[in-house]
């Protein structure tokens, strides 16, 4: 499922400023402050925008180290070394990586005795063959990339194959629910007790 122009252009103003308001949203798009509203909720509940932060510009704080771990892992635990590097506060982003290195995780500590002992913590993870830390001591540009176009990977919820065309939506408990056709929405009406008519 592709979003249309007005969905890239809510996301892309939230990322150049996720303070922005509905009606400067609506000034940007063209659409009325409930309009751009229902957008944003439709978009949260499809997991697109999982939530709304600030952009810190870490040149001008003092104190506080981060840095990139290039972990190698073992890859039948790779699942399992991933899974408890998200339990670490001091972890802040992971990624799967091709190549000699399993996956890549950022981690930020308030100074340099924390890290050392961050490092050897993650080292001692079952499954970590191999880690390598870089330390972050200057950043050059920290931004997001605004889309051009977003393509949407939604699973029906009732069926949970892959919706490949314009999902089907019905309202439950306050949460738009996606589904594949007509026939998974009046099932999913079914499982939850709901009228097969109610829209």
């Not at 799967?96 to 290195?101: A, D, E, H, I, V």
């Not at 890290?115 to 950043?139: A, C, Q, W």
């Not at 069926?159 to 309202?171: E, Y």
């Not at 738009?176 to 998974?184: I, N």
Request: glycine share 6%; hydrophobic share 35%; aromatic share 6%.
């Amino acid at each position: 499922m592709e979003l249309d122009n007005l969905d890239v252009t809510i996301v892309n103003t939230l990322i150049n400023d996720a303070c922005s308001s509905l009606r400067s949203i609506s000034k940007v798009t063209g659409l009325s402050p409930p309009a751009v509203s229902s957008r944003l909720k439709k978009l949260k509940d499809a997991g697109i925008i999982k939530g709304t932060t600030v952009k810190i510009d870490r040149e001008k704080l003092s104190g506080g180290v981060t840095a990139v771990l290039l972990i190698k892992c073992d890859l039948s635990r790779l699942k399992s070394v991933a899974n408890e590097l998200y339990t670490f506060d001091d972890i802040t982003e992971v990624y799967r990586l091709t190549g000699s290195y399993s996956l890549l995780a950022k981690a930020e500590t308030d100074d340099f005795n924390s890290m050392n002992g961050f490092v050897e913590k993650i080292g001692h993870i079952e499954g970590v063959i191999d880690l390598n830390p870089l330390l972050i001591n200057k950043y050059i540009k920290q931004t997001e990339k605004p889309f051009n176009k977003i393509n949407v990977n939604l699973r029906c919820e009732y069926c949970g194959n892959m919706i490949s065309r314009k999902p089907f939506t019905i309202k439950f408990r306050g949460v738009t629910r996606f589904m594949c056709c007509p026939t998974c929405v009046r099932e999913y009406r079914k499982a939850h007790g709901m009228s097969t008519t109610d829209h």
